[in-house]
C-alpha cells in the first residue's frame, strides 16, 4: 500500500531579483513498512524535500507546485495548525542532532507523556506506561529511571533512541529520518539503523531516510533515490543501484567508496563541484562533471525514464551500451 506519493514536487525560494529553484519535478512513491534512501552531495535538495512533507520549509522557501498525499490525502497546503495535528500522529520526525530536538529543560518523561496526550488523549497514567514501554521498546535500559533523566544526561546514542521513540509513539504512517545517524559513531549508528528498520518493520511504518552516507543507504534503505542539483537522477532498488549504477554521478558516488581488500593508491573522485541554484547550466546540470557529456546533454535536460527490463529509472541521454535514449 502507498503511504506517500510526491507528484512534480518543486520548491522555489522568492528572492528581490530572481527566484532560486532548490527542488524540481521530483515524483516518488513510499509503501508502507519501506525504507526510501535519498542520497546525494549536499545542496542537492535532500532535506528540504524532506521538510517540505511536515511543512517545515524555512522562509522565503515554499512549494510553488506538484502534489503531496498521505495516504491518499492531499496535504501539500495545509495551514500550520492543520499541520499541526498530523505531525507527531501521521508523520513523525528524526532530525539530526538529537541535542536540538529535544527540549532541554523538560525529562525524557515529560515530553513523551506531552507528545502521547497531544495525539492520543490519554490517561496520564496510561500515557506514562506508553511511554515506558516506547523506551523499552528502544533499547533503553531501566526505562523506569530514565523517564525522570534531562537529555543532558544521556549519551548520544541514548539521545537518539529517544528520539525514535517520540517520532514513534504514536505509531504514524511515514517517518521522514533527515541525517538520523550523522553526528553518531560508527557502532552506534549500526544499532540506530537495526533498530529503525525493526520498528518500522514491525509498525507499517514508511520511512523516508535523508543521508550522503552511502554505507547507511546501503544497510538499511530497500530503495534509493539519488538526488542532484534539485532532481532526481536515478531510482531503484538498493542493491541494484549499489552493484550497477546507471547514471555517471550515481557512478561516480559508487567509485568513491573504498573497497576492503581492494589495492588502490587513489580513490576515483568527481571533478569541479554541484553548481549554484543561481547558476544551473543548461541542459543536463551535471554535464560540466560528465566525462560522457555531448551538445545533446548540454542543450537538452534528460528526463527520468524506465530503464527496460528493469525497476530502475535514470535521467540520462546516455546508457551503457553508448547509445543515446
Known amino acids: 500500500m502507498t503511504v506517500l506519493s510526491i507528484e512534480r514536487l518543486r520548491i522555489e525560494f522568492p528572492l528581490r531579483r530572481q527566484v532560486l529553484v532548490a527542488v524540481d519535478d521530483i515524483s516518488l512513491e513510499i509503501n508502507a513498512g519501506e525504507i526510501l534512501g535519498i542520497v546525494g552531495e549536499s ?8 521538510a517540505s512533507l511536515i511543512g517545515l520549509l524555512e522562509p522565503p522557501g515554499q512549494v510553488s507546485s506538484g502534489q503531496i498525499r498521505l495516504n491518499g490525502r492531499d496535504i501539500t497546503n495545509l495551514t500550520q495548525r492543520e499541520l499541526r495535528k498530523i505531525r507527531g500522529k501521521q508523520i513523525g520526525a528524526i532530525f539530526q542532532d538529537p541535542l536540538t530536538s529535544l527540549n532541554p529543560l523538560l525529562t525524557i518523561g515529560r515530553q513523551l507523556t506531552e507528545t502521547l496526550n497531544a495525539h492520543l488523549k490519554l490517561q496520564q497514567s496510561e500515557a506514562k506506561e506508553r511511554a515506558i514501554d516506547m523506551l523499552r521498546e528502544v533499547g533503553i535500559p531501566a526505562p523506569e529511571q530514565r523517564m525522570s533523566s534531562y537529555p543532558h544526561e544521556l549519551s548520544g546514542g541514548m539521545r537518539q533512541r529517544v528520539v525514535i521513540a517520540l517520532a514513534l509513539c504514536c505509531n504514524p504512517e511515514l517517518i521522514v529520518a533527515d541525517e538520523p545517524t550523522t553526528a553518531l559513531d560508527v557502532s552506534v549508528q549500526a544499532q540506530i539503523i537495526l533498530l529503525l528498520k525493526k520498528l518500522c518493520l514491525k509498525q507499517g511504518t514508511a520511512v523516508m531516510l535523508v543521508t550522503h552516507d552511502l554505507g547507511v543507504i546501503a544497510e538499511a534503505a530497500d530503495r534509493v533515490a539519488v ?10 532498488p538498493v542493491g541494484d543501484i549499489v552493484e550497477n549504477p546507471i547514471h555517471p554521478y550515481t557512478k561516480g558516488l559508487m567509485g568513491s567508496i573504498p573497497v576492503i581488500g581492494a589495492h588502490k593508491h587513489r580513490l576515483a573522485g568527481i571533478e569541479g563541484a554541484m553548481p549554484r541554484l543561481d547558476d544551473r547550466p543548461h541542459g543536463c546540470a551535471f554535464h560540466p562533471r560528465c566525462s560522457h557529456a555531448t551538445e545533446l546533454c548540454r ?14 529509472k535514470s535521467a540520462c541521454h546516455y546508457n551503457d551500451e553508448g547509445k543515446f535514449r
Do not use: C, D, W
Not at 542543450?299 to 530502475?312: D, F, G, H, N, V
Open 227 to 236: 538526488m542532484y542539483s534539485g532532481r532526481l537522477v536515478e531510482i531503484g
Open 43 to 50: 545542496g542537492a535538495g535532500k532535506s528540504l524535500t524532506g
Open 299 to 312: 542543450s537538452q535536460q534528460p528526463k527520468l525514464t524506465a530503464i527496460e527490463s528493469s525497476e530502475r
